[in-house]
């Protein structure tokens, strides 16, 4: 059984930078598309961005873009490096692996259990 984790999260001022990381373990995600998801308080997940299994491939929210990059460095670790943070940034940072890489939670079949990004205005 596969097994995502995510780290990284954490209490950071308006402005500031946060990289969250997201292992895989258990079993090989190589080649799964991989996704960001976050969920602030009272608010349905929302996405963030994907990679593409080849790590081609790139996607991002409107809300993110131009702020947050994904990357991928091998088939088991995903790396979301955020800048120029927001206090409506602020809420639980959760990965996801799937077959596609796209915008809906459906298509992916495999969660972490999340981390907690605060964004201090």
């Known amino acids: 059984q596969g097994q995502l984790v995510e780290s990284g999260g954490g209490l950071v001022q308006a402005g500031g930078s946060l990289r969250l990381s997201c292992a895989a373990s258990?079993?090989?995600?190589?080649?799964?598309?991989r996704g960001w998801f976050r969920q602030a308080p009272g608010k349905e997940r929302e996405f963030v961005a994907a990679?593409?299994?080849?790590?081609?491939?790139t996607y991002y929210g409107d809300s993110v873009k131009n702020r947050f990059t994904i990357s991928r460095d091998n088939a088991k670790t995903v790396y979301l490096q955020m800048n120029s943070l927001k206090p409506e940034d602020t809420a639980v940072y959760y990965c996801a692996a799937g077959s596609i890489a796209i915008s809906t939670t459906s298509a992916y079949a495999y969660w972490g259990q999340g981390t907690q990004v605060t964004v201090s205005s």
């Open positions: 990679i593409s299994g080849s790590g081609g491939t």
């Open positions: 258990g079993r090989p995600f190589s080649g799964l598309a």
